[in-house]
């Protein structure tokens, strides 16, 4: 099992940028995934961003694609998500996930989370 710990959240305006990191203890194989996710209330967690640990293919949703851009520090087992031109509609948790089994866009699909962190964003 793996231990995610998410940090960089806070309240921003439209239009700024912000960095979300989330760093990882345990060991994390070349064959797993990295997912960062994000949850309004009464919603569903909705997949942003991911990248391959190995060859480090990055994945994105299509509402953040070329704003927010997603990597990893394996040698010290971090992920960071750069969010740029921040909206409103951006406001959620945000979370970090691991997937042992490689690629996935369902949140079921996840093994390991870490506890969130509020980013929030105002007009």
């Known amino acids: 099992q793996v231990q995610l710990t998410e940090s960089g959240g806070r309240s921003v305006q439209t239009g700024d940028s912000l960095r979300l990191s989330c760093a990882a203890s345990?060991?994390?194989?070349?064959?797993?995934?990295m997912g960062w996710f994000r949850q309004v209330r009464g919603k569903e967690r909705e997949f942003v961003a991911g990248?391959?640990?190995?060859?480090?293919?990055?994945y994105y949703s299509d509402s953040v694609k070329g704003r927010f851009i997603i990597s990893r520090m394996t040698s010290s087992n971090t992920v960071d998500l750069q969010m740029n031109n921040l909206k409103p509609e951006d406001t959620a948790v945000h979370y970090c996930?691991?997937?042992?089994?490689?690629?996935?866009?369902?949140?079921?699909?996840?093994?390991?989370w870490g506890q969130g962190t509020q980013v929030t964003v105002s007009s």
């Open positions: 990248i391959r640990w190995g060859v480090g293919n990055t």
């Open positions: 996930a691991r997937n042992r089994n490689g690629l996935a866009y369902s949140a079921s699909e996840y093994d390991d």
């Open positions: 345990g060991r994390i194989f070349s064959s797993h995934f």
